[in-house]
T-cell receptor, first 111, second 111 residues
Framework: DVKVTQSSRYLVKRTGEKVFLECVQD?????MFWYRQDPGLGLRLIYF???????EKGDIPEGYSVSREKKERFSLILESASTNQTSMYLC??????????FGDGTRLSIL | QKEVEQDPGPLSVPEGAIVSLNCTYS??????FMWYRQYSRKGPELLMY????GNKEDGRFTAQVDKSSKYISLFIRDSQPSDSATYLC???????????FGDGTTLTVKP
């Protein structure tokens, strides 16, 4: 079974803080993705990576950055958290030419 | 207009009913189609993965793709209360491409 682990299930941070969300996978998948999920807006792609140290912008990259120093780990960084970044954040991984598998998400609240 | 349209519901059925969940899409380049199930406060879980037109069956679940009509369906036979969840359709143009998701249909199966 594919296992995608997100470091926190729930997280509360303050406006202006730098926030790190971590995702780890144990299946040696090349591709990793970060999404946010909001009611009425569905899943929106923030960033993805198809290899170590490689990253590509998704549909809504503003206010976010990512880091992939090791194949199994993909980090999402909120440079200066704002209240409109309160959301459910989902990490997904896949082998090339296969469908994505998701972690259980991090519910992030910015106060 | 969104590339993938999915009726958000909510859909409520009695236990044992046949459930039909549907998505329409506008991009004729989509060739790979997926259905995910998402329980409350969890990440999406891959249910079905199909290529091109036709049917695919897995237990009580059948995925159907009609590319000529740009319409996909997921049928659930003998629905159970444990099927209560949000169902997301997703699709992509190439096997290595990014996925585009529907917003999800919320299903409740009542005992």
């Amino acid at each position: 079974d594919v296992k995608v682990t997100q470091s926190s299930r729930y997280l509360v941070k303050r406006t202006g803080e730098k926030v790190f969300l971590e995702c780890v996978q144990d299946m040696d998948h090349e591709n990793m993705f970060w999404y946010r999920q909001d009611p009425g807006l569905g899943l929106r792609l923030i960033y993805f990576s198809y290899d170590v140290k490689m990253k590509e912008k998704g549909d809504i990259p503003e206010g976010y950055s990512v880091s992939r120093e090791k194949k199994e780990r993909f980090s999402l960084i909120l440079e200066s958290a704002s209240t409109n970044q309160t959301s459910m954040y989902l990490c997904a991984t896949r082998r090339t030419n296969q469908p994505q598998h998701f972690g259980d998400g991090t519910r992030l609240s910015i106060l | 207009q969104k590339e993938v349209e999915q009726d958000p519901g909510p859909l409520s059925v009695p236990e044992g009913a046949i459930v039909s969940l549907n998505c329409t899409y506008s991009n004729s380049a989509f060739q790979y189609f997926m259905w995910y199930r998402q329980y409350s406060r969890k990440g999406p879980e891959l249910l079905m993965y199909t290529y091109s037109s036709g049917n695919k069956e897995d237990g009580r679940f059948t995925a159907q793709v009609d590319k000529s009509s740009k319409y996909i369906s997921l049928f659930i036979r003998d629905s159970q209360p444990s099927d209560s969840a949000t169902y997301l359709c997703a699709m992509k143009g190439t096997n290595a491409g990014k996925s585009t998701f529907g917003d999800g249909t919320t299903l409740t199966v009542k005992p």
